[in-house]
């Protein structure tokens, strides 16, 4: 009998087709050194547990440029299996029907029971899970380095809006850039976020941004944020046109720029340059905002794929959601955990205020989705505002036509 079945065994180990590695294709735009970084440790995880990864990076923040990519691998029926995706993104790709269903593994894993509600809307779709969560990123945030403050005279960090441009003054006066900028839309439109906050308050973003309210959108309010676009951009360097993201990190990180605005991936590269909060930098809320928190999530939109990558596929989605991995990546990408269990003992001082204040505003009904992250309206309207943003912010129009034009791109 033994015999019997050790001769079948070894006649189907000669008969069998070798087996090909299991892969997964990954589209994602994080391309910058902390972002890189993190991935690394998703990608070695894989790795371990015997899957290749095959990347497929495409740079850009706010996903424009991978979300045109991911259109040509649609259409031409070969999609990645997995894609970086934001908020209303992933909506508009379940609705055409191309993502898979992970109900089976999020089931099995409890998916529901520990993701935030705010991030679910956006994972499922009638139901069904279609993305898996990695992170939860804020955009009103503000980066600064800790001895040019000091050499410029700035004590104490700035808490209201006038602090704010006081000590960007001073900042200027003692000779160094006030504002690094990075001059890209989606840049701007992400400091536009915190900007609208600090200027009209919790109600008033809500208002313009998820319920389009046409009176909100042009009102004096919405002149009053443009106003204060108008008064950042006399602080930024007279190169910040098309400046990367990282860039403009890299120039507080070095002590050329004080602040920067821009959400906590930047973080990401302060981390990277081996810089620790409290000490080299410091990081606060964009000023008047405190309290809220505009956040956007970075999930993997999971493809239909063929049969032969679903078991690659689903690996990579539950690797995604383990809470060790939780920890290790998002101390390393600047982001708060996308699991309401995962401990905040490995972060370092910022990655724990960036999880209490998610957890506070998420219990205070003062977290809201980011408008420039593709958290409050759909991508057709998010790129309308990102046009008007830039426009404003380049000096092509005042901002009284900036309002007027933001209420009629909503209409689009
Ligand atoms: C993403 C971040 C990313 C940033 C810059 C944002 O849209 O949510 O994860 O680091 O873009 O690339």
Redesign the pocket.
């Known amino acids: 009998m033994k015999k019997k079945i050790l001769s079948l065994t070894i006649a189907i180990a000669f008969t069998a087709p070798a087996m090909a590695q299991q892969a997964v294709e990954v589209l994602h ?2 391309t ?1 050194g902390g ?1 890189a970084a993190a991935l690394g440790v998703l990608k070695g995880n894989l790795e371990k547990e015997g899957i290749k990864w095959n990347d497929m990076p495409v740079a850009g ?3 424009e440029q991978a979300m045109t990519a991911v259109r040509a691998r649609v259409t031409s029926g070969n999609p990645p299996a997995a894609v970086q995706m ?1 908020g209303f993104d992933i909506q508009d790709w379940a609705k055409q029907g191309v993502l898979a269903d992970m109900n089976d593994l999020a089931n099995k894993e409890g998916w529901d029971k520990t993701v935030p509600l705010a991030l679910q809307k956006f994972s499922k779709f009638n139901g069904k899970w279609v993305a898996a969560p990695v ?1 939860v ?1 804020s955009t009103n945030w503000v980066w600064a380095n800790k001895a040019v403050l000091e050499k410029a005279g700035v004590k104490a960090e700035p808490k209201t809006w006038d602090d704010f441009i006081a000590a960007l003054d001073k900042v200027q006066k003692a000779g160094f850039i006030g504002l690094a900028q990075g001059g890209q839309p989606w840049q701007e439109t992400t400091m536009f976020d915190g900007v609208v906050l600090s200027a009209g308050g919790l109600d008033f973003y809500k208002k313009a941004f998820i319920d389009l309210d046409q009176k909100a959108l042009n009102s004096p309010t919405m002149i009053k944020a443009f106003d204060r676009m108008s008064q950042l951009r006399k602080y930024a360097d007279k190169d910040f046109s098309g400046r990367d ?1 990282n860039v403009a990190a890299g120039m507080v990180i070095s002590g050329k720029a004080g602040f920067q605005i821009m ?1 906590d ?1 930047a973080k ?1 590269e302060f981390i990277a340059a081996k810089k620790v909060p409290g000490k080299d930098f410091l990081c606060f809320r964009v000023p008047g905002t405190q309290g809220i928190v505009s956040f ?1 999530a ?1 999930q993997f939109a999971m493809f239909k794929v063929g049969a032969d990558k679903v078991a690659a596929q689903t690996k990579l989605a539950s690797a995604i959601l383990n809470p060790g991995f939780q920890s290790a990546f998002n101390v390393v ?1 600047g ?1 708060a955990p996308a699991r309401t269990d995962v401990s905040d003992a490995a972060f370092d001082d910022c990655g724990k205020k960036a999880i209490k204040d998610l957890a506070e505003a998420n219990k205070n009904n003062t977290l809201v989705g980011s408008m420039a ?1 593709g958290h409050t309206v759909p991508a057709s309207i998010k790129n309308a505002f990102y046009d008007v943003v830039t426009r404003h912010f380049n000096g092509q129009i005042d901002s009284k036509k900036a309002a007027a034009e933001l209420a009629a791109a909503a209409k689009g």
């Open positions: 735009w994080w910058a972002e923040g706010g996903g934001l992170n990123h993201w959400g991936w990401g956007n970075d990408k982001s992250q």
